[in-house]
């Protein structure tokens, strides 16, 4: 049968029996006596004890581990695409916005710009990644978030506002792709890569490893390896991103197939 750890009163029960057959003629079950007391103080301290025993059996496997037990099993068996350890950290969205303005106007690299999601009322902070020269008509640059996670990740045609003025340029810009962010890996998917890499170990390139080093990619969820498929020495993979693309059903665009 499976251990189960005793009630406090089957542990109460346990130490006043253990004082009666230790000291002849005393007897821990009179009640308000100092035997009683002592033995049931001292059951109390038992029964503590068997339970954080009862947890911390749970901690020592990955897959019944609550959250900084099951970390540390991460940190262990995982080696992500980017060399952290464990679990896949939040990224930042990055990608392009238009700046407008007077024709030669420079936008200095690392201004900061504001903004939101229609519907949410948070402003997420960005900055550009390069100096901007507006021309003469809406100029592109690069833009990253500075706030980790999908809530970086912004649809085209949304309105970004310059926290400092640029002399020359108007004090808004407007997305033209904004992705890539995705938010901290939870504890089911963290889980699944642990265990997954416990039944099947590493074998130099075989059909599991693939899947394990796709998942291994920040916002990859599911992956799957097909050997062979275009010929001798070849090597099919496909995977989801089922959060970062979900307004895709999960299917990932061309610049995803390129992430390191």
């Not at 690069?142 to 996670?149: E, F, K, M, N």
């Not at 033209?176 to 642990?194: H, K, Y």
Request: proline share 6%; with cysteine.
């Amino acid at each position: 049968m499976p251990w189960q750890t005793p009630t406090l009163k089957e542990v109460r029960s346990n130490v006043r029996d253990h004082i009666r057959g230790s000291l002849p003629g005393a007897d821990a079950s009179v009640p308000n006596s100092v035997l009683r007391v002592l033995s049931d103080a001292q059951g109390g301290l038992c029964h503590l004890t068997l339970q954080y025993i009862d947890w911390l059996a749970l901690q020592l496997l990955p897959d019944t581990a609550e959250h900084e037990w099951l970390d540390r099993h991460g940190e262990i068996w995982l080696v992500n695409s980017d060399g952290t350890l464990g679990r896949k950290q939040a990224t930042f969205a990055f990608g392009t916005a238009s700046f407008t303005g007077f024709i030669g106007t420079v936008v200095p690299a690392f201004s900061r710009l504001e903004g939101s999601a229609p519907g949410l009322s948070e402003t997420i902070s960005y900055e550009t990644t390069a100096l901007i020269t507006i021309g003469n008509e809406p100029t592109a640059g690069p833009i990253r978030a500075l706030d980790p996670g999908t809530i970086g990740n912004l649809e085209s045609g949304i309105t970004l506002s310059l926290l400092s003025t640029v002399p020359g340029a108007d004090n808004s810009a407007t997305v033209l792709e904004l992705t890539g962010g995705v938010d901290t890996e939870n504890d089911d998917d963290l889980r699944a890569r642990v265990l997954a890499r416990i039944r099947q170990p590493p074998q130099g390139g075989a059909k599991h490893d693939y899947e394990l080093w796709a998942m291994a990619v920040p916002g990859v969820t599911r992956a799957w390896c097909a050997p062979l498929e275009m010929g001798m020495g070849t090597v099919t993979l496909r995977f989801m991103m089922d959060e970062l693309r979900a307004d895709n059903g999960g299917v990932v665009a061309e610049r995803d197939c390129k992430a390191e």
